[in-house]
């Protein structure tokens, strides 16, 4: 697989891409930017792509509805803990591990 593989099968989809020591939101409707990321989000659900979500599944699910049937069809992965940001068979589980892997792959 080379990096012009990667770019074209893998992206990552923050629901707030902005650091923060403590996320608190205090929006009262998404920023315009946002809505850009949730329509990536809809067409990777269309996709039937993997889509791992590792923090903020209540933002999401808000803001992009779908991902609530989305998470039955087995192509939805969350982390055991949403506070470590390692990809690992830990914190995923060795299945969704592997599928994390195998997506990354093809």
């Given at each position: 697989m080379t990096c012009d593989g990667l770019?074209?099968?893998f992206a990552v989809?923050?629901?707030f891409p902005y650091y923060s020591s403590t996320f608190d939101i205090?929006?009262?409707k998404p920023l315009e930017s946002q809505?850009?990321?949730f329509e990536l989000v809809r067409q990777a659900i269309s996709n039937n792509a993997t889509i791992l979500?590792?923090?903020g599944k209540k933002l999401w699910r808000q803001?992009?509805?779908e991902l609530v049937h989305y998470q039955k069809s087995g192509n939805y992965i969350t982390p055991h803990s949403s506070r470590n940001v390692i990809l690992s068979e830990?914190?995923?589980g060795k299945e969704n591990f592997t599928k994390i892997v195998e997506a990354l792959k093809t």
């Open positions: 770019n074209r099968n989809v923050e629901y205090k929006l009262n809505h850009y990321g979500l590792m923090r803001a992009v509805p830990k914190n995923l």
